[in-house]
């Protein structure tokens, strides 16, 4: 199995910053794309940023500038830095990791249980 736990949420004033992680850990053959999406109450899930095993970087419009996206490789991990944010930027962030188990498997998507940013004065 494949366990995925992201850390570095919590209470920040605006134009404050905050850095997540998220680490995958178990079967782990290969990981390709990993991204973090949030989700706002009584709004759907959204994709915030994406990075692909090549490195290549995707980016909601609304955090452009803004947030920056990266991952260590040898640590199965993904970083989320989010700087000058705002009180629309509050909601509960969510890692997704695709991940490949074994040579002959499709790769699947692992969810972590998501972490609480809350930015207000």
């Known amino acids: 199995q494949v366990q995925v736990v992201e850390s570095g949420g919590g209470l920040v004033q605006p134009g404050g910053s905050l850095r997540l992680s998220c680490a995958a850990s178990?079967?782990?053959?290969?990981?390709?794309?990993m991204g973090w999406y949030r989700q706002a109450p009584g709004k759907q899930r959204e994709l915030v940023a994406s990075?692909?095993?090549?490195?290549?970087?995707n980016y909601a419009d609304s955090v452009k500038g803004r947030f920056t996206i990266s991952r260590d490789n040898a640590k199965n991990t993904v970083f989320l830095q989010m700087n000058s944010l705002k009180s629309e930027d509050t909601a509960d962030y969510y890692c997704?990791?695709?991940?490949?188990?074994?040579?002959?498997?499709?790769?699947?998507?692992?969810w972590g249980q998501g972490t609480q940013v809350t930015v207000s004065s």
């Open positions: 178990g079967s782990i053959y290969r990981i390709y794309a």
């Open positions: 990075i692909t095993s090549f490195g290549l970087t």
């Open positions: 997704n990791v695709e991940v490949q188990v074994g040579t002959m498997v499709s790769p699947n998507n692992y």
